[in-house]
Nanobody, 129 residues
């Protein structure tokens, strides 16, 4: 059974930094992709989530949505089965619930939230201006 547990959400001022962590258990091979998604404002009822960053566990390839490139960094600690999202120069529009997700894709990580089958409970990030 796969479990994902996120920590690190908080309230910060614009320009500040946070590091989110996602500790995984039950991922049995390295063909998984892990990703950070965030809730799309106004789409809570539909459950629509925007892909922020993703990483292929087997090879370390990373992907980012354009709005966070140069500010966010996704990384993994394979020894401790933990994925991180370092978020720098945070902006008010980064405010959202952030979710860790995992899916089995092989070498290319899907950007669509509907393709990920394992999810954490979410951690809230609030950025004030």
């Amino acid at each position: 059974q796969v479990q994902l547990v996120e920590t690190g959400g908080d309230s910060v001022q614009a320009g500040g930094s946070l590091r989110l962590s996602c500790t995984a258990s039950g991922l049995t091979n390295s063909y998984y992709c892990m990703a950070w998604f965030r809730q799309v404002p106004g789409k809570e009822r539909e459950g629509e989530r925007e892909g922020v960053a993703r990483i292929y566990i087997g090879g370390g390839t990373t992907y980012y949505v354009d709005s966070v490139k140069g500010r966010f960094t996704i990384s993994q600690d394979s020894v401790n089965n933990t994925m991180y999202l370092q978020m720098n120069n945070l902006e008010p529009q980064d405010t959202s619930m952030y979710y860790c997700a995992a899916g089995l894709f092989g070498g290319h990580c899907s950007s669509s939230y509907s393709n990920y089958i394992y999810w954490g409970q979410g951690t809230q990030v609030t950025v004030s201006s």
